[in-house]
Nanobody
Framework: QVQLVESGGGLVQAGGSLRLSCVAS????????MGWFRQAPGKEREFVAT????????DYADSVKGRFTVSRDNAKNTVYLQMNSLKPEDTGVYFC??????????????????WGQGTQVTVSS
């Protein structure tokens, strides 16, 4: 099983940017679809973005489309989430997740078998 560790979270003002990283160990992620999810206080965890193993396709939640960009560097076993034009409603714990690549991309938590511990993102107004 692949182990995932997120970093890059922090406190930022609305309109600012952050770049999250997710470093994998234990296995190469070169054949894994990688996803980002987030959980706001008092809310359920929700899908943010996902990227195929070869970085050809990506998928985003409507709430972040046009502001967030997911990318990956398989040589570094790392996935990134660039977050621009941040809003207070983007506040939450951001989780990285992995699943073996399948023909269709996933958005459900249950589709991902490996998870990181999360990194806190706080956007002040």
């Amino acid at each position: 099983q692949v182990q995932l560790v997120e970093s890059g979270g922090g406190l930022v003002q609305a309109g600012g940017s952050l770049r999250l990283s997710c470093v994998a160990s234990g296995r190469t992620i070169s054949r894994y679809e990688m996803g980002w999810f987030r959980q706001a206080p008092g809310k359920e965890r929700e899908f943010v973005a996902t990227i195929t193993w070869d970085a050809i396709d990506s998928d985003y939640a409507d709430s972040v489309k046009g502001r967030f960009t997911v990318s990956r560097d398989n040589a570094k076993n790392t996935v990134y989430l660039q977050m621009n034009s941040l809003k207070p409603e983007d506040t939450g714990v951001y989780f990285c997740a992995a699943r073996w690549q399948r023909p269709s991309m996933a958005r459900r938590e249950a589709d991902f078998g490996s998870w990181g511990q999360g990194t806190q993102v706080t956007v002040s107004s």
